[in-house]
């Protein structure tokens, strides 16, 4: 497929070290064309356009909003296990932290936390009712505090029935995206910047928006090996891109071909390729 050319290729799309970075060994073009693709050689990073949350380097999760439901799955594309089924309500984000899977949800209008055991029994539901601007960004800390953005540029954590501010940031144009990402939080603007903060709230380091005012972020997430990616739509031409982000420096490093589905897959060597078969809807 053409790429676009105005809406969501990098800034630096003329860069000959940008088109070198695209290239992959051959033997990855080989590992989604059917179903009998080895599994160990690839896992799934956006399903339907939601992230998905690994869970070890053999287990993925994904919610399921229809289902009402978080779907675990293992690396060959097999259910391993439904969870929160007549609990979760409108589910979206997910993220595993110390053998808790943290879920947004919204029941009735009301923003939450849902907080599950590995085994799916319900631990707590944490109302953002008032707190936080947006119902499904968040991040959990590895001390379990969780972040999300608040009003007036605010970054707050919520440990236990208590509210202070993780940090100060700008505020965007668009909604902000949160991620959980190597023990800090990842707070992307768009059209402004990518900040990778620390447990403290620190800035390990800060990155300019790397696309057009055209293109539209909508999730990010980390895999199994704690890479970054961006899931983009492409409004003109009706189709979405997945990109890869340093997470040393915030650098988009790879990226995918336009795909018509928002369902993408990498493979160890960090190859982006459209989901196919098992892994093409959750």
């Not at 050689?41 to 978080?70: H, K, N, Q, Y």
């Not at 296990?81 to 007549?86: N, V």
């Not at 190597?182 to 910047?193: E, K, Y």
């Not at 031409?237 to 369902?263: H, K, L």
Request: charge should be neutral; aromatic fraction near 8%.
């Amino acid at each position: 497929m053409t790429r676009s050319t105005t809406f969501s290729r990098p800034r630096w799309w003329s860069s000959p070290s940008g088109k070198v970075l695209h290239g992959v060994a051959v033997g990855a073009l080989a590992l989604l064309l059917g179903c009998d693709a080895p599994a160990g050689t690839f896992e799934p990073i956006f399903l339907s356009g939601r992230a998905v949350e690994p869970d070890g380097d053999s287990l993925f999760a994904v919610t399921a909003r229809d289902a009402g439901a978080l779907v675990v799955y293992a690396r060959s594309g097999q259910v391993r296990d439904t969870l929160g089924l007549g609990i979760l309500h409108n589910p979206d984000h997910v993220q595993i932290m110390n053998d808790r899977w943290y879920v947004s949800d919204v029941d009735a209008g009301q923003p939450a936390i849902v907080i599950l055991d590995r085994a799916g029994r319900l631990q707590r539901r944490v109302s953002l009712a008032g707190i936080a601007t947006q119902a499904h960004q968040f991040a959990v800390l590895p001390d379990g505090a969780i972040v999300v953005e608040g009003s007036e540029g605010r970054l707050l954590a919520l440990r236990g029935d208590s509210v202070s501010t993780f940090a100060v940031v700008e505020v965007g144009r668009r909604p902000s995206l949160l991620l959980g990402a190597g023990g800090g939080v990842l707070h992307a603007i768009p059209d402004q910047t990518i900040t990778l903060y620390n447990g403290f709230g620190n800035i390990r380091w800060r990155a300019e928006w790397p696309w057009a005012q055209t293109a539209f972020v909508s999730d990010v997430g980390e895999d199994s090996r704690g890479r970054i990616h961006f899931l983009a739509g492409v409004a003109q031409n009706n189709t979405f891109i997945a990109y890869s982000v340093t997470p040393g420096t915030g650098e988009v490093v790879r990226w995918s071909e336009e795909q018509r589905e928002s369902s993408f897959v990498v493979d160890r060597l960090g190859a982006i390729r459209e989901a196919t078969g098992r892994w093409l809807r959750p």
